[in-house]
């Protein structure tokens, strides 16, 4: 390489760019960047922005001449998204830095580009001005954020096409909710660890530490949406409260399965929750702890059954308990061919997958149930299912996977339990 390519090669952002730091392809209005603490948000909105009013030369023109700038303050726009250590400033080349003018609170770049700073606790200031590119950082914790965005919409309005970059870690507020239904939304995900090269060791250890499987955690470091469902049987922090970090001695385990019609690229997953169940006194007592969630996606037959076969052999189960709707014998046939010896209870669905679940729902509130940690998908999928039905694509396998278990370990020998009658002497 030459000096002069050498020396340019810092500021190509294609070359060091992570997957999620790159604008998809496609016809959009808005890019919605849902990332944890540290995923490198920041840094893909300050490059969008190159993009966008950059040209080929210094003095070039790039496809937007007015950009807006938003954030919750003004000194959160000035700090993090121009001054900070991955902001515009930061990431521009010295022939293409813009400047700061403090009084007008804009950038402004050598081809004559703008970029104006606004705040999101003023959302009239941006009655008047018009863009034809916008930058929204930390839409979801914005006080007066559908205010705001609103007056940010009716400005964004140069120009063929003027789309807008959003970055933030995800929150269940309305307004982002409403803008990730819309078609015209696109929208790319990072968990912290995806920028663990730029992190500190120490960080990522002390964070997963104590935040791994929580709500927060998965919206702070996964940047997951976490949102509940109306109606849900089951939600976030009543999960929350259920988590616990070690698993005890058990009278029983059972691996539960739900098969999925078929094994090719396209279908369901395979639900394979393990469970612990402490039977000691009376039926109020009983208590289970779900312990992994060893579901697999597009498996064979064979790859199902080895998968449920091992989580037995790891924890140490004394049944598999399988549903046999959708492939009769042959769910046990495929069993059989891994470990001929393993002993299966065969379970068939009589009613629908809510009324089914109700009674393994009613133990979480009674305190019955807790989870180990890493239960994450599992449990997206348990905050999904609503008395209207379930709410997401798909089929709820891991979800029916978990009520087959606690079916089996909790509910069915509670109804087949008595109470011991004392004996007078």
Same mark, same amino acid.
């Given at each position: 390489?030459?000096?002069?390519?050498?020396?340019?090669?810092?500021?190509?952002?294609?070359?060091?760019?992570?997957?999620?730091?790159?604008?998809?392809?496609?016809?959009?209005?808005?890019?919605?960047?849902?990332?944890?603490?540290?995923?490198?948000?920041?840094?893909?909105?300050?490059?969008?922005?190159?993009?966008?009013?950059?040209?080929?030369?210094?003095?070039?023109?790039?496809?937007?001449?007015?950009?807006? &700038?938003?954030?919750?303050?003004?000194?959160?726009?000035?700090?993090?998204?121009?001054?900070?250590?991955?902001?515009?400033?930061?990431?521009?080349?010295?022939?293409?830095?813009?400047?700061?003018?403090?009084?007008?609170?804009?950038?402004?770049?050598?081809?004559?580009?703008?970029?104006?700073?606004? !705040?999101?606790?003023?959302?009239?200031?941006?009655?008047?001005?018009?863009?034809?590119?916008?930058?929204?950082?930390?839409?979801?914790?914005?006080?007066?954020?559908?205010?705001?965005?609103?007056?940010?919409?009716?400005?964004?309005?140069?120009?063929?096409?003027?789309?807008?970059?959003?970055?933030?870690?995800?929150?269940?507020?309305?307004?982002?909710?409403?803008?990730?239904? &819309?078609?015209?939304?696109?929208?790319?995900?990072?968990?912290?660890?995806?920028?663990?090269?730029n992190l500190a060791d120490s960080f990522l250890a002390e964070v997963r530490a104590r935040y791994a499987g929580t709500r927060l955690g998965r919206q702070e470091l996964d940047g997951v949406l976490m949102?509940?469902?109306?109606?849900?049987?089951?939600?976030?922090?009543?999960?929350?409260?259920?988590?616990?970090?070690?698993?005890?001695?058990?009278?029983?385990?059972?691996?539960?399965?739900?098969?999925?019609?078929?094994?090719?690229?396209?279908?369901?997953?395979?639900?394979?929750?393990?469970?612990?169940?402490?039977?000691?006194?009376?039926?109020?007592?009983?208590?289970?702890?779900?312990?992994?969630?060893? !579901?697999?996606?597009?498996?064979?037959?064979?790859?199902?059954?080895?998968?449920?076969?091992?989580?037995?052999?790891?924890?140490?189960?004394?049944?598999?308990?399988?549903?046999?709707?959708?492939?009769?014998?042959?769910?046990?046939?495929?069993?059989?061919?891994?470990?001929?010896?393993?002993?299966?209870?065969?379970?068939?669905?009589?009613?629908?997958?809510?009324?089914?679940?109700?009674?393994?729902?009613? &133990?979480?509130?009674?305190?019955?149930?807790?989870?180990?940690?890493?239960?994450?998908?599992?449990?997206?999928?348990?905050?999904?299912?609503?008395?209207?039905?379930?709410?997401?694509?798909?089929?709820?396998?891991?979800?029916?996977?978990?009520?087959?278990?606690?079916?089996?370990?909790?509910?069915?020998?509670?109804?087949?339990?008595?109470?011991?009658?004392?004996?007078?002497?």
């Amino acid at each position: 390489m030459t000096e002069g390519e050498l020396l340019a090669l810092p500021y190509i952002f294609e070359f060091w760019a992570l997957d999620h730091q790159l604008p998809p392809v496609g016809d959009w209005r808005s890019w919605v960047i849902l990332g944890g603490r540290g995923a490198g948000k920041t840094r893909a909105g300050s490059e969008w922005v190159r993009s966008m009013v950059e040209g080929s030369r210094p003095r070039d023109p790039g496809r937007a001449k007015r950009v807006a &700038l938003v954030g919750e303050t003004l000194d959160q726009v000035r700090e993090v998204m121009v001054f900070g250590e991955s902001g515009i400033l930061a990431c521009s080349p010295p022939d293409r830095r813009p400047e700061w003018h403090g009084g007008r609170r804009t950038l402004i770049w050598p081809n004559g580009a703008e970029a104006m700073a606004f !705040s999101a606790h003023e959302p009239e200031s941006l009655r008047g001005p018009q863009f034809d590119a916008a930058w929204v950082d930390e839409l979801a914790k914005w006080k007066r954020a559908q205010d705001t965005w609103d007056m940010l919409q009716f400005g964004l309005r140069l120009g063929e096409c003027p789309q807008q970059c959003v970055t933030t870690t995800p929150r269940n507020v309305g307004v982002l909710k409403q803008l990730l239904k &819309l078609d015209s939304t696109v929208v790319s995900h990072a968990p912290t660890e995806a920028n663990r090269a730029n992190l500190a060791d120490s960080f990522l250890a002390e964070v997963r530490a104590r935040y791994a499987g929580t709500r927060l955690g998965r919206q702070e470091l996964d940047g997951v949406l976490m949102e509940d469902e109306e109606g849900a049987l089951w939600t976030h922090s009543l999960l929350d409260e259920v988590r616990i970090d070690k698993a005890g001695a058990f009278d029983r385990v059972l691996v539960a399965v739900d098969p999925p019609v078929s094994g090719h690229a396209g279908s369901d997953e395979c639900g394979i929750v393990v469970i612990g169940v402490t039977m000691q006194g009376p039926v109020q007592d009983w208590r289970a702890v779900v312990l992994e969630d060893a !579901s697999v996606r597009a498996a064979s037959p064979m790859t199902w059954a080895r998968a449920a076969i091992t989580c037995m052999e790891h924890w140490g189960a004394d049944r598999l308990v399988a549903e046999v709707n959708q492939g009769g014998d042959m769910v046990e046939q495929v069993i059989r061919q891994v470990d001929p010896l393993v002993p299966v209870t065969k379970v068939h669905a009589a009613k629908g997958k809510i009324a089914r679940a109700e009674p393994v729902a009613a &133990l979480y509130e009674q305190g019955r149930v807790s989870h180990l940690r890493g239960l994450g998908e599992l449990e997206d999928q348990m905050c999904r299912m609503t008395f209207q039905g379930y709410q997401g694509k798909g089929s709820p396998d891991r979800v029916d996977a978990l009520v087959w278990a606690l079916t089996e370990g909790m509910i069915q020998p509670a109804a087949g339990w008595r109470k011991p009658q004392l004996r007078a002497l």
